[in-house]
Each structure stands twice: as C-alpha cells, then as structure tokens.
C-alpha cells in the first residue's frame, strides 16, 4: 500500500513557475513508476508526464514537452513536477500516481492516487 500526498499548488500568472511534490509513505517507493496527471472542470483526466523507477526514463505529453520536468528523490520518497511558462490551458486539479508494473501513460497503469492539489494559471 502507497499513500500519495501532493503539495505546492496554487495560483500563479501565466508565463510563471511552480513545483508541485508528491510525498509517498512506504519503503517501497523506489520500485514504483511514478506519473503524473492533471484534470480540468467538465474534462477526463489527463497524462501530463511520468518517470521510472530508477529516474532514467521520462515521458511527457506534448502539450508540456519543453516547458514540465519531473523528477525524483528515492531517498526522499517524493517526485517533483517542474512547471514553467504556464498557461491558462494548465489549469487543472494535478494528481500524482504511483504504477507497480511498467511506467505507464495512460490512467489504468497506475494503482495509487493522491488526492490532487489545484493549479490556477491567470491570463
């Protein structure tokens, strides 16, 4: 069991920064691929980027390629999401997930969620 607690949202103008984490509990966090997704009102929720387990491999949705990063700290239990040049478009409840198996990009390869935390990017 993995219990996912994300942070570091908020309200930002557009063509500005934030760094969202997500803090895991267990020991095992080092084993799980981790991803991240983001879901606008009335839209399905998203893939925005994801990482291996080891850090080595990360993927992105085109639409951040260039301008998210995510990161990891095993020895910390957390993975960061990098966001720069935010859009109006980026606002989104952004949720952190963690998959046993493969990285995965899509919502079905993950089995634990957090609880989201809200990013509001002004025009």
């Known amino acids: 069991q993995v219990q996912l607690v994300e942070s570091g949202g908020g309200l930002v103008q557009a063509g500005g920064s934030l760094r969202l984490s997500c803090a895991a509990s267990?020991?095992?966090?080092?084993?799980?691929?981790m991803g991240w997704f983001r879901q606008a009102p009335g839209k399905e929720r998203e893939f925005v980027a994801a990482i291996s387990w080891s850090g080595g491999n990360t993927y992105y949705a085109d639409s951040v390629k260039g301008r998210f990063t995510i990161s990891r700290d095993n020895a910390k239990n957390t993975v960061y999401l990098q966001m720069n040049s935010l859009k109006p478009e980026d606002t989104a409840v952004y949720y952190c997930a963690a998959a046993i198996s493969l990285v995965a990009t899509t919502i079905y390869g993950y089995d634990y969620w957090g609880q989201g935390t809200q990013v509001t990017v002004s025009s």
């Open positions: 267990g020991r095992t966090f080092s084993s799980y691929a």
